[in-house]
């Protein structure tokens, strides 16, 4: 059973990791990509932020698990964690655009906007 100090161990050991991978500019790109996460005795977990970039670190993944492995002396597994804020920040984009479309045609919001020479904003 591992203990906490080596559990802590994984994200004290990622500016190491993050040069060990240096060494291959597929890998310093990938590694870039991502930042630690939640981990576990056995488990390391990576996010990433830009779910755009999703395949290619997922083809990178086993050989980023090799380098984390070889900078820990022991077995890992690697997780990858997508955050898709990207994905939601357009969804409520376009949500905002709809809204402001719809109380546009609002008869009342119109005859407000003309009688106070207004205009809408978000």
């Not at 161990?9 to 990791?17: F, G, H, K, S, V």
């Not at 970039?53 to 984390?68: A, N, P």
């Not at 949500?95 to 906007?113: F, T, Y």
Request: net charge negative.
């Amino acid at each position: 059973m591992r203990t906490t100090a080596e559990i802590a161990d994984l994200a004290a050991l990622w500016p190491r990791i993050i040069e060990a991978a240096s060494q291959s500019a597929g890998m310093s790109t990938a590694i870039k990509d991502v930042t630690p996460g939640l981990q576990s005795a056995d488990t390391f977990e990576l996010k990433l932020f830009n779910s755009a970039r999703e395949k290619f670190v997922r083809s990178r993944l086993s050989d980023i698990q090799q380098i984390v492995e070889q900078v820990a002396g022991r077995t890992i597994k690697i997780r990858l964690a997508v955050e898709r804020r990207d994905t939601a920040s357009v969804t409520e984009t376009k949500a905002s655009s709809e809204r402001i479309s719809e109380v546009m045609e609002d008869p009342l919001v119109q005859h407000a906007v003309e009688l106070f020479e207004g205009r809408i904003v978000e």
